[in-house]
C-alpha cells in the first residue's frame, strides 16, 4: 500500500501528517502501522502520528497516535502541526475549530510560521502535589497527564540519568494510573527551561507542548510566576498565556513556529 504523507515538526516535536479524511487505513492496523512508519532509521521515523479526518462537530478531526502505537487524547505541538496542515490541504481557514478524542480546540494561523491552540479550561482540581523521590513535583492534566518538578540538578543531568528518572516516575501507576509525562524546570526571571519524559515515546524529547503548557500553569500556582511565559526546549520555544481565576485555569494557548520537512510517498 502506498501512502502520501508530510513531514512537520514544532519545536522540535516531529510528526507523519497523514489526509484520512477518505479512511483508507484499516482500523485494526492502525498501531502497527503507526509503529513501523515511527521508526527512526528503519522507515520515515517520527514521535509520532497524526491522521487528519473529517468531524461532524468540528472542521476537521486530528487523531494522535504515540510511536509506540497507542492512541492518545492530545498532543499540543502535534495539534500546531496539524492546523498548519489542515490549513495547507484545505481543511480549514486561518481559524479552525477542530475536535481530538471529543474535546474540542481552537486554531490560529498567526504569522511568521507560528500557530496558536487554544485549550479547554482546566479545573484546579486537577492539580495534586506529590512527594516523591524526595522531591516536591505536581500532577496536572492539559489535555494528558503530566508530572512537574523544578529541579536545576536534574535538568542539568546526563540523557542516561535523565532518561532513568523520567521512566521511573512515569511508571508509577499506583499515583498515575495511566502512567504520565515528566517534565523537569529550570527557572530564570524571564525564561523556563524545560526537559521532557514523553509517555508513549518512552524517551527524551526534544519538546513537548502540553507539557510546556503544564509548566507553566504549576510555575505560576506554586513558584509565583506571573504573566505569558516563554518556555525553551531542546528543540525550539514556545509562549504560554493562560489566566487563573477562582478555580479554573482558562483562556489557555500554545503558540510557536511550525515548520514542513518534507512531503513523500512511502509503501508498507
Partial sequence: MNISFTKMHGAGNDFIMIDH???????????????????????????????????????????????????????????????????HIGACKEKAIFETMGEIYEGTIESNDEISIAFPNVSLQTVSPYNLMNRTMYSITVGVPHV????????????????????????????????????????????????????GVEEETLACGTGATASAIIAQLFQHKKGPTTVEMKGGIVHIHFQVKDTMISNITLTGKVFTAFQGTTTI
Fill in 148 to 199: 512537574v518538578l523544578f529541579d536545576d540538578a536534574m535538568y542539568d543531568a546526563t540523557e542516561e540519568d535523565f532518561h532513568l528518572f523520567g521512566e521511573k516516575i512515569r511508571y508509577m501507576t499506583n499515583y498515575f494510573p495511566n502512567g504520565t509525562n515528566v517534565n523537569v524546570v529550570k527557572r530564570t526571571d524571564n525564561h523556563m527551561y524545560i526537559r521532557t519524559y514523553e509517555r
Fill in 21 to 87: 479524511r477518505q479512511p483508507f487505513l484499516q482500523e485494526d492496523k492502525l498501531p502497527s502501522i503507526v509503529r513501523t512508519l515511527c521508526t527512526r532509521k528503519l522507515h520515515i521515523g517520527a514521535n509520532g502520528l497524526i491522521l487528519l479526518e473529517e468531524s461532524d462537530q468540528a472542521h476537521f478531526s486530528m487523531r494522535y497516535f504515540n510511536r509506540d502505537g497507542s492512541e492518545v487524547e492530545m498532543c499540543g505541538n502535534g495539534a500546531r502541526c496539524t492546523m498548519k496542515f489542515a490549513y
